[in-house]
């Protein structure tokens, strides 16, 4: 299976449909009034209609299992960067170098989605398969954003591999987090094209209900393969969530 899709649920869909134009260059597929599907070269983005006062559960602490953001891969952080910042877009990560020599900077889209800049190719520090790795070389440096992956915290790393292994994704690399004394390591699974960017700490994570229906982040859609986990969410049968809360649905045939 691979990433076809990332759902977000937002309030006013011609409102995030124009910041995904204006400061991702998103190309757009299809748009209606209560959604607009969005090329962003190796998935697409929906953009779903809401209603209502649901409130999201999500934080921006990184500590919070689930979903933590979705990013891009960006010739030019700075460069991008520089007009989200003129124009008042709310900003959580000014742009900085990161551990395994990539520039990255964080933003949020008008529902609250954080998303990221990925400049440059991830060096691991250490590589457990270069096939997959060179497959991730391979796609180059982006003409505009590119999908790179979508980011979650764990309780355990194991766990989550052992899940997301008969669905097709496979671990390539691991990046440490030497400088954070809450013992941060990032591994990261592919899948094709995408990636699921795997945060994991040695101190406490704290759970996270999923709110359905709430604004941000609210799944991915997985094409390909016949596996598919057997769990599903107490609120919508046609969601399966992975071991920290990640909803994930199945592309339509």
């Given at each position: 299976?691979?990433?076809t ?8 869909v011609a409102r995030?449909?124009a910041?995904y ?5 998103a190309?757009?597929?299809?748009v209606?009034?209560?959604h607009a599907?969005l090329d962003m070269?190796t ?8 209603e ?5 559960s999500w ?11 979705i990013g891009f891969k960006?010739a030019?952080t700075?460069?991008?960067f520089?007009?989200i910042a003129a124009d008042?877009?709310?900003v959580?990560?000014?742009?900085l ?5 990539v ?7 008008p ?5 990221e800049?990925?400049?440059?190719d ?9 096939d997959?790795?060179?497959?991730e070389?391979a ?9 790179d ?16 292994s ?5 671990h ?10 809450r ?5 990261f699974?592919?899948?094709?094209d995408?990636v699921?960017e ?8 704290v759970?996270t ?6 604004p ?8 390909g393969?016949e596996q598919?986990p ?6 919508q049968e046609?969601?399966?969530?992975d ?8 592309a339509e045939?």
């Open positions: 299976m691979s990433i899709t990332i759902t977000i649920n937002v309030r006013d995030s449909r910041f134009e204006t400061y991702l260059a190309h757009v597929l299809e209606s009034p209560d599907l070269v998935a697409t983005i929906r953009l779903q209609r809401v209502g006062a649901v409130e999201s934080q921006t602490d990184d500590l919070h299992r689930g979903f933590r953001h960006v030019d700075d460069a991008l520089s007009r008042g877009v709310p959580h990560l000014a742009p170098d990161a551990e395994g020599g520039r990255i900077a964080f933003f949020f889209d529902d609250g989605t954080l998303l800049f990925v400049q440059g991830l060096q691991y520090h250490d590589v457990v398969d270069q997959l790795v060179d497959a070389y796609l180059g440096i982006p003409q505009r954003p590119r999908f992956h979508v980011a979650e915290t764990v309780e355990e790393f194991e766990t989550t591999r052992d899940f997301y008969p669905l097709g994704f496979r390539h690399g691991t990046i440490e987090q030497a400088q954070d004394p013992g941060f390591r990032i591994r699974l592919k899948a094709g995408g699921l795997i945060f994991s700490y040695a101190t406490p994570k759970p209900q999923r709110v359905p229906g709430a941000g982040f609210d799944s991915i859609v997985l094409g393969g598919w057997p769990a599903r969410s107490a609120h046609d969601v399966a969530l071991p920290d809360g990640l909803a994930l649905r199945r045939a």
